[in-house]
C-alpha cells in the first residue's frame, strides 16, 4: 500500500533559518505529492503541489520537488518567519484516485 | 459563505451517546472526506464520498456511519460513542480529479 514518512518534529529555529523538513514515500504507481499546512486551531490548507517527476512546487516562499529516483518530496524555505509556526504534512494521492495518504505531520516552531 | 463549514466546533459526550458531527460545502465538489486527527497518527480517513448516495469506507472506519442524500452535506455519525473517539474530526471536500482537498475548520470531540 501507499505510505509516507516525514520527519519527526518538532523543528525549532531561529527567524530568518533556513528550514528542511524531510519527506519519504511509497507507492505503487506515479502519485501526485502535496505539502498541508496547518496553522493553529484551523484546517489543513495546501501549500504545494507537484504532479510528476522533477516538477517543483512552491508557494509562500516554500518549495520541494518531487525527486522520483529518491521517491522523495522534502519542503525547503531559505528564511522561516514566526509566521511559519504550524504543523506541515505531507501527502500523496495515486493517479486516478481522489483519496489521500497523509504522513503524520511535522511541528515547526520558530522563535524571534 | 462559501466554502467549508462543520458544526459543531466543539462537543462534549458521553459514552454511549449517539454523536452527528455535520459538514457542508458550498462548491459542489463530488467528493468528500472525513478524516480523525489524533497525535502520533496523523489524519487517518474515516469515510469518503464520490457523489451524493456513493460511499466508501476508508482506513478507519469502525464505530462510524456516513450518508450523503445531497451533494453538498456528507455527516458523520458516532451510534454509540466511545472514548477511543475522542479526537479532532476534520471534513473535506475535492472535484473530481483534482487531487487538491479543501479542509473545514474541525471539530473537536470528547467523549467522557
Known amino acids: 500500500g501507499n505510505s509516507v514518512t516525514q520527519m519527526e518534529g518538532p523543528v525549532t529555529l531561529s527567524e530568518e533559518a533556513f528550514l528542511t523538513i524531510n519527506c519519504t514515500y511509497t507507492?505503487?504507481?506515479?502519485?501526485?505529492l502535496f505539502w498541508y499546512v496547518q496553522y493553529p486551531g484551523e484546517g489543513l490548507q495546501l501549500l504545494l503541489k507537484?504532479?510528476?517527476?522533477?516538477d517543483k512546487g512552491s508557494n509562500k516562499g516554500f518549495e520541494a520537488t518531487y525527486r522520483k529516483e529518491t521517491t522523495s518530496f522534502h519542503l525547503e524555505k531559505g528564511s522561516v518567519q514566526v509566521s511559519d509556526s504550524a504543523v506541515y504534512f505531507c501527502?500523496?494521492?495515486?493517479?486516478?484516485?481522489?483519496?489521500?495518504?497523509f504522513g503524520k505531520g511535522t511541528m515547526l516552531l520558530v522563535s524571534p | 459563505d462559501a466554502g467549508i463549514t462543520q458544526s459543531p466546533r466543539y462537543k462534549i459526550t458521553e459514552t454511549g451517546r449517539q454523536v452527528t458531527l455535520m459538514c457542508h460545502q458550498t462548491?459542489?465538489?463530488?467528493?468528500m472526506f472525513w478524516y480523525r486527527q489524533d497525535l502520533g497518527h496523523g489524519l487517518r480517513l474515516i469515510y469518503y464520498?464520490?457523489?451524493?448516495?456513493?460511499?466508501d469506507k476508508g482506513e478507519v472506519p469502525d464505530g462510524y456511519v456516513v450518508s450523503r442524500s445531497k451533494t453538498e452535506n456528507f455527516p458523520l455519525t458516532l451510534e454509540s460513542a466511545t472514548r477511543s473517539q475522542t479526537s479532532v474530526y476534520f471534513c473535506?471536500?475535492?472535484?473530481?480529479?483534482?487531487?487538491?482537498?479543501?479542509f473545514g475548520p474541525g471539530t473537536r470531540l470528547t467523549v467522557t
Open positions: 501527502a500523496l494521492s495515486e493517479r486516478g484516485y481522489s483519496t489521500l495518504t
Open positions: 462548491w459542489s465538489h463530488s467528493y
Open positions: 464520498s464520490a457523489a451524493a448516495d456513493i460511499t
Open positions: 507537484a504532479t510528476k517527476a522533477d
Open positions: 473535506a471536500s475535492t472535484e473530481d480529479g483534482t487531487y487538491e482537498q479543501y
Open positions: 507507492a505503487t504507481g506515479y502519485p501526485s
